[in-house]
C-alpha cells in the first residue's frame, strides 16, 4: 500500500496550489480511497522530502495540517501513522467537499478530528508544535532522581510562579504562586472548589444561558443551581439577589460572557462583589478566553478590582496552547491557600509534571506571550472570513452578532428557524454547530447558533463550511 501511494504522490510546481497543499490533499485522497489504511506508518518528513525533492519545512507543514485535522497522528519519535479513529471510513473516491468525519455522539465532547465549526479549539494548525516537541525533548533529557518522584499535589512550582508572573504582568492579577492550584481541566477545578467551599444543598449562582457543561457538575456535587438571566451587561446580579440572596457561589464569564460574548459592565461587577461581601459568598471567574480581544487591550477582570478577598480566577490552557494538554489553573485568595493546599492533597493534581515543566519553561522563555501576539490578528482575520461567508451566504437568514473576542460566533436566527433542529442534523452531516437554545436553563435567551472558527485555516475553507451549512438551511425548509 505505501509503495502505491509513494508511486503516485506526484507534485506539481506549475499549479496555483502551494506544494505542501498538493501534499496534505493527496495523502487524505489516499486515505479516504483506503490506499493508506488507518494505522499505517507514514514516511518521515525527510524521507519523504527527499524523494519529493522538496524541503523539509514543505512535508512538515502538510502533516501538521494533516494532523490537525485528526487523519495523522504524531508519535513522537516512532513515527507519523494515519489515525486509528479512521477504521470505519469509507472508501471510494473522495468527495470535493470535506469528507464526513465520523460525529461524536456529544456535540460537548467532540473526539477525533477537527470539524468545521467545532467549539473550543484554538488554531491547531498555528501552534508551535516543533518548538514544544523540542522544550518538552529537553526536559526529558534533563530528568533527575527527583522529578521521578511523586509531584506536588498543587501543581510544580515552576509553573505556578510562572502563572503568577503572567497574571501579574498581562491581568493585573496580584497573586503569590502559593495561591495557585494547577488542576486537570475545568471539572476537576470546579470539584475542587465545591469540596473546599460548598456543602451539599448550597446553592450556585449560574449565568443562564452559560457553559452547559456546569450545571450537571454542580448537580453531581449536591449543589443547587439557580440560573440567573444574562443581558446586555451581563449577569442580572440583582435577579439572582431577589431569587436566592442566600446563594453561596457565583460562577460568572464576566470578560466575555459564554456563549452571549458580552462583558459583565462595571456597575455589576462591584455590585457582585458587594453581595459576596456581604453574604461571606464567593464568586468564581472563569477567565477562559479573555487573551483573544481584537480591539484594544483585554478588559481587567474581576479578580484585579477584589479587595475583600471574595473572588476566586479560573484560567486555563486549552484555548491559548491546546486542549490536550488538560491543564487549568485556580488563583484563590489568600485567606483561602491553606483550605486548598488540604484539599488538593487528598486528590492530587491531576496533571503530567513533564507537561507542567514544559509549560512553564513556554512561559518563562518569551513563547507564550509571542504566540498569543500571533493569534490575535490570526483569528481576527479567520473571524472576518467566516462573518462573511455567512452574510453573502444566508444573510437573509441568520445575523452574526457582533463580539470584541474569542473564537466562535454567534449568530442569531429568524424568528421561524428552529435552532436545535438545525444544529442536530448539522451534527449529523459533520457540522459541529451548537444550538445557543440548549444553552439556556430556564430564561428565554432567543435562537442562534455557535459556531468555531479558528481552524478554518483558509478562506476557501470557511466558504466551504457556509456552503454545507447553506444547504442545510435549505433541506430543513
Not at 367 to 372: E, T, V
Request: glycine share 8%.
Amino acid at each position: 500500500m505505501m509503495r502505491r501511494f509513494l508511486t503516485s504522490l506526484r507534485l506539481d510546481s506549475r499549479l496555483a496550489e502551494p506544494l505542501y497543499r498538493q501534499i496534505y490533499q493527496r495523502i487524505k485522497d489516499a486515505i479516504a480511497q483506503g490506499t493508506l489504511t488507518a494505522g499505517s506508518r507514514l514516511p518521515s518528513v525527510r524521507g519523504l522530502a527527499s524523494d519529493l525533492g522538496v524541503a523539509r519545512a514543505t512535508v512538515e507543514s502538510a502533516y501538521a495540517q494533516l494532523i490537525a485535522e485528526g487523519f495523522l497522528q504524531s508519535r513522537g519519535q516512532a513515527g507519523t501513522y494515519v489515525s486509528p479513529q479512521l477504521r470505519n471510513l469509507p472508501r471510494g473516491k473522495a468527495p470535493a467537499v470535506e469528507p464526513l468525519p465520523t460525529v461524536a455522539a456529544d456535540p460537548l465532547h467532540p473526539q477525533g478530528m477537527v470539524q468545521p465549526f467545532q467549539l473550543g479549539l484554538p488554531a491547531l494548525d498555528a501552534f508551535p508544535r516543533a518548538l514544544w516537541q523540542r522544550i518538552v525533548a529537553r526536559q526529558l533529557r534533563g530528568a533527575t532522581m527527583a522529578s521521578l518522584a511523586l509531584p506536588p499535589a498543587n501543581g510544580q512550582p515552576e509553573l505556578r510562579e510562572a502563572i503568577a508572573n503572567y497574571l501579574h504582568l498581562s491581568r493585573g492579577i496580584d497573586c503569590r504562586p502559593e495561591q495557585i492550584f494547577i488542576c486537570a481541566g475545568y471539572p476537576a477545578l470546579l470539584d475542587l472548589i465545591a469540596d473546599t467551599l460548598l456543602q451539599a444543598g448550597d446553592e450556585v449562582w449560574l449565568e443562564d444561558p452559560g457553559y452547559p457543561v456546569t450545571l450537571p457538575l454542580l448537580r453531581a456535587a449536591g449543589m443547587r443551581p439557580v440560573p440567573v438571566p444574562v443581558d446586555e451587561q451581563g449577569m442580572n446580579v440583582a435577579a439572582g439577589i431577589a431569587t436566592a440572596p442566600q446563594a453561596r457561589l457565583a460562577v460568572v464569564t464576566p470578560t466575555h460572557q459564554s456563549p452571549l460574548g458580552v462583558s459583565l459592565s462595571l456597575a455589576r461587577r462591584m455590585a457582585l462583589l458587594d453581595w459576596a461581601q456581604q453574604r461571606s459568598a464567593w464568586i468564581l471567574e472563569d477567565d477562559y478566553d479573555s487573551e483573544f480581544r481584537y480591539h484594544g487591550r483585554p478588559l481587567p477582570p474581576l479578580k484585579s478590582l477584589d479587595r475583600q478577598g471574595r473572588a476566586l480566577y479560573a484560567g486555563t490552557f486549552s484555548k491559548t496552547l491546546f486542549p490536550a494538554l488538560r491543564m487549568a489553573y485556580l488563583v484563590v485568595p489568600a485567606g483561602l491557600t491553606a483550605a486548598f493546599a488540604h484539599s488538593s492533597r487528598l486528590r492530587g493534581c491531576g496533571c503530567s509534571p513533564l507537561l507542567q515543566a514544559g509549560v512553564a519553561d513556554f512561559i518563562n522563555q518569551g513563547h507564550f506571550y509571542r504566540h498569543l501576539k500571533r493569534m490575535r490578528p490570526l483569528y481576527r482575520e479567520r473571524r472576518e472570513w467566516l462573518a462573511q461567508a455567512l452574510e453573502r451566504q444566508l444573510g437573509d437568514r441568520l445575523a452574526v452578532t457582533p463580539q470584541p473576542g474569542g473564537i466562535q460566533l454567534l449568530v442569531r436566527l429568524q424568528d421561524e428557524e428552529q435552532d436545535a433542529q438545525l444544529a442536530a442534523q448539522a451534527w449529523q452531516r459533520g457540522l459541529a454547530v451548537q444550538a445557543l437554545s440548549e444553552w439556556r436553563i430556564a430564561h428565554a435567551a432567543g435562537k442562534g447558533l455557535l459556531l468555531g472558527f479558528a481552524n478554518f485555516n483558509r478562506r476557501e475553507d470557511a466558504e466551504r463550511a457556509v456552503t454545507r451549512l447553506a444547504a442545510l438551511f435549505a433541506a430543513v425548509n
